[in-house]
């Protein structure tokens, strides 16, 4: 499957973005799906991830109650909600997809393929 993630941009301290993750290739609805991001010199860190059925979701600690993802099967399409937006999330976001269970949901190495990554720039 292939990933094509967008909508990152520059904004200021508490303003809101939503990325998207188009996928093409292969069923989408067979996949786990997850967005992890990475900030200059730091690692690739998890943010969130959704289910292959929408039901399960789980976010990293630091965007908890800010973050949303979520996603449109029909579409093959996913999306990550930032509100509340932070300097320190600051970084390239990557969408990812891969043969998950629930359990390994939030497991970088659960995934397979990845997209491009979309900067998100926040000022102060």
């Known amino acids: 499957v292939q990933l094509q993630a967008s909508g990152g941009g520059v904004v200021q301290a508490g303003d809101s973005l939503r990325l998207s993750c188009a996928a093409s290739g292969r069923p989408f609805r067979n996949y786990g799906v997850a967005w992890f991001r990475q900030a200059p010199g730091k690692e690739r860190d998890f943010v969130a991830s959704i289910h292959r059925d929408g039901g399960a979701r789980y976010y990293g600690d630091s965007v908890k109650g800010r973050f949303a993802i979520s996603r449109d099967n029909a579409k093959n399409t996913a999306y990550l909600q930032m509100n509340s937006l932070k300097p320190e999330d600051t970084a390239v976001y990557y969408c990812?997809?891969?043969?998950?269970?629930?359990?390994?949901?939030?497991?970088?190495?659960?995934?397979?393929?990845w997209g491009q990554g979309t900067q998100v720039t926040v000022s102060s």
């Open positions: 990812a997809a891969g043969n998950t269970i629930i359990t390994t949901l939030k497991e970088k190495s659960a995934y397979a393929y």
